[in-house]
């Protein structure tokens, strides 16, 4: 595993689509809220760092009790901004690599190892299974090559990895962010991000299968 990464956790937004009145971090799924599933995947990375904003200090509350020495970082503007604002913000001050995960993205535990393993920059995408998602094309070397809202061989959920030089400030999302450098190597994963309610439930019974597995 590189030593020079850091993990971006993007938790800024106010998660209205699901229309529980939270952060979608802050979400309970199976138990623990989602920030803490995250946590527990990256616990062997030293440079954990976590964009606030929307309800910064539950977030922060939240995370301190597993990782009192993460980084946060304020997105002030999140409620005009997307998740690559955060991402910017969160890497700008970081390792050579930065690896972002959006707040609301749930991941197999095997597959967040094998990421942290990978060398250079890549993009993980998943199959598809969210009600509103972006969807990803891949090549026959396995490298994705465009982001699409109406098709695509897969979901892009994330997470990705760029180096730290190439994260440019977006107020949109991280896939504009990445799409100047496509194509970038892909990496499918088992994983499902939380945009609605539908999603919700389905995040409950893929994690009780997850656990089930092991």
């Known amino acids: 595993m590189q030593t020079t990464k850091s993990v971006i956790i993007s938790c800024a937004g106010i998660g209205s689509r699901l229309g529980l009145g939270t952060t979608k971090a802050l979400i309970k799924i199976d138990g623990k ?6 946590l527990e995947l990256f616990q062997e990375v030293k440079d954990i760092r976590v964009v606030v904003g929307f309800q910064a200090a539950e977030v ?5 009790k597993y990782r009192p020495d993460a980084v946060f970082v304020y997105n002030h503007n999140y409620f005009d901004t997307k998740t690559g604002t955060s991402y910017y913000l969160g890497a700008r001050h970081g390792a050579e690599y930065a690896i972002e ?5 749930l991941i197999h535990p095997e597959d967040a190892k094998m990421l942290l393993e990978l060398d250079g920059e890549w993009i993980a995408y998943a199959d598809k299974s969210s009600e509103d998602g972006v969807y990803v094309k891949v090549n026959e070397a396995g490298e994705v090559v465009s982001f699409s809202r109406q098709e695509g061989d897969y979901e892009w959920t994330g997470p990705c990895c760029l180096k730290r030089e190439n994260v440019i400030y977006s107020s949109e999302n991280v ?3 990445l799409e100047p450098h496509l194509p970038l190597r892909g990496v499918k994963v088992r994983a499902m991000d939380i945009d609605t309610y539908g999603d919700y439930q389905k995040a409950l019974n893929l ?3 997850w656990r089930k597995e092991a």
């Open 33 to 38: 809220s989602i920030i803490q599933w995250q």
């Open 60 to 64: 922060i509350a939240e995370v301190r």
């Open 101 to 105: 995960i959006d707040g609301d993205l």
């Open 175 to 177: 896939f504009n962010q």
């Open 207 to 209: 994690v009780r299968s």
